[in-house]
């Protein structure tokens, strides 16, 4: 008998493992795939990976305006991009390994979960285990659309991005939140012809209105052909048709419209049947000592949103403590980088009370020496502290940080127009904002 079973080792098994292993509790975890779980091994690590080296690409074609001079024309090896990739992964994997095993009994198999009666039991690699505590962590997966199952090679998820041997030279992505952004940012500095569709009426339509201009604004910039208000409506041979009309040819359509939540097997005894876990936002299930966490509760789908779910059940099971919810920053990953925390303009529209600033990242003097100067930072404000923030800007994840604490904290206005910033630097935005948005 365990005290806590854990059962996916991504970011939120991973840190619940931590917690429970500092307070002196007996834990077994299970783990089919590699540690890390879609955040290290298919995910935010090797996509971010990519994602600089298509930077530094698009980067270097343009410093001549900056007084550079490259003496031949910039090449890159796909395969190389994805070495340096698997490196990386390789690195924190064997780190993880070399971690985890030395605090908790790590079963390398599928774990199901056996309810009988009132007891609960786990059922891997032909053993039975019994624990306390049970925390579900096993994630997410891709979602499929109708009439587009994934195929490895035409259709396509994230993941099948990092199998291929070399690019395409067109691709349709479907879908543009975080996943669909960041990979037309990748491809269309690596010259892919990128078409990307939206079926919303407007792109990126989780963030606030002013953020989603820009995202119309970079992706313009970076050649990437966009259709909203629009969806495939037939694929034939290469050609694909939108339901506007429009149709084009490509190599292969990047499916990228979200992710769901993966559960593991569960079979109540007696009569072999099998049914849906459910957990609710806050990961509680209908069983006193079986939680879930971190995507697999369909919530935030967010690594450090799992984090934190991961900490709030331990903090429960250890001390009984309530669950509190919190604003989870978001970051898009493109160029310049997209950050959100908190309300947005159409979360307050029509409501008394608030007050909203925003500046251009422009009037910050380190975007300019750092060849950065098209942004926009923006909060909404009420009863004298930041309710919501959002950033278009070099640095946003960092600075969408700073306000994460000002939001946490219910900081004053004043106490942070009073603090100090260094300059020059990003950062000094936090303070413009405020002062003369």
Avoid at 77 to 92: C, M, P, S, T, Y
């Amino acid at each position: 008998m365990y005290d806590l079973a854990v059962i996916g080792l991504g970011p939120a098994g991973l840190e619940a493992i931590q917690i429970a292993t500092k307070n002196g509790l007996n834990v077994i975890a299970f783990e089919k795939n590699e540690l890390g779980g879609t955040c290290l091994n298919v995910g935010c690590v090797p996509t971010k990976s990519i994602l600089h080296a298509s930077q530094l690409f698009s980067e270097i074609s343009k410093c001549s305006k900056l007084g550079l001079n490259i003496f031949s024309a910039p090449g890159y090896n796909w395969q190389g991009i994805l070495d340096r990739k698997i490196e990386i992964v390789n690195k924190f994997n064997k780190l993880l390994n070399m971690t985890i095993s030395k605090k908790v009994k790590l079963v390398k198999a599928e774990a199901e979960l056996f309810i009988n009666y009132d007891n609960l039991e786990i059922y891997a690699d032909d053993n039975v285990y019994q624990a306390k505590n049970i925390i579900v962590a096993t994630g997410s997966e891709a979602i499929e659309l109708p009439g587009l199952p994934f195929d490895g090679s035409f259709v396509i998820n994230s993941d099948d991005l990092f199998k291929m041997y070399d690019l395409p030279k067109k691709i349709a992505i479907i879908g543009s939140g975080a996943i669909g952004l960041e990979w037309a940012k990748i491809l269309s500095d690596f010259g892919v012809e990128v078409k990307l569709v939206e079926k919303a009426p407007v792109l990126a339509p989780v963030l606030d209105i002013d953020l989603q201009k820009r995202v119309e604004r970079i992706l313009k910039q970076s050649n990437v052909t966009y259709y909203k208000n629009d969806y495939i409506v037939s694929v034939s041979n290469d050609l694909v048709t939108l339901n506007s009309g429009v149709a084009f040819d490509t190599d292969c359509i990047l499916v990228a419209v979200g992710r769901r939540p993966k559960m593991p097997k569960v079979v109540i005894g007696g009569c072999a049947e099998e049914f849906k876990l459910k957990a609710d936002s806050f990961g509680f299930t209908d069983m006193e000592n079986l939680f879930v966490v971190g995507d697999a509760t369909g919530t935030s789908m967010l690594a450090h949103s799992a984090s934190y779910q991961a900490r709030s059940i331990m903090n429960k099971i250890l001390f009984d403590k309530n669950i509190v919810t919190k604003p989870i920053p978001a970051v898009i990953y493109i160029t310049p980088e997209i950050a959100s925390i908190g309300l947005r303009e159409q979360d307050i529209q029509n409501q008394e009370g608030y007050t909203i600033k925003k500046i251009l990242i422009s009037s910050i003097a380190k975007s300019w020496c750092d060849d950065c100067s098209d942004g926009i930072v923006k909060v909404i404000i009420k009863d004298d502290v930041i309710v919501g923030a959002h950033v278009a800007s070099c640095e946003a994840s960092a600075l969408i940080s700073i306000f994460n604490i000002l939001i946490d904290r219910k900081i004053p206005i004043q106490d942070v127009e009073d603090m100090i910033f260094p300059h020059p630097s990003f950062s000094e935005a936090v303070c413009e904002v405020l002062k003369n948005g």
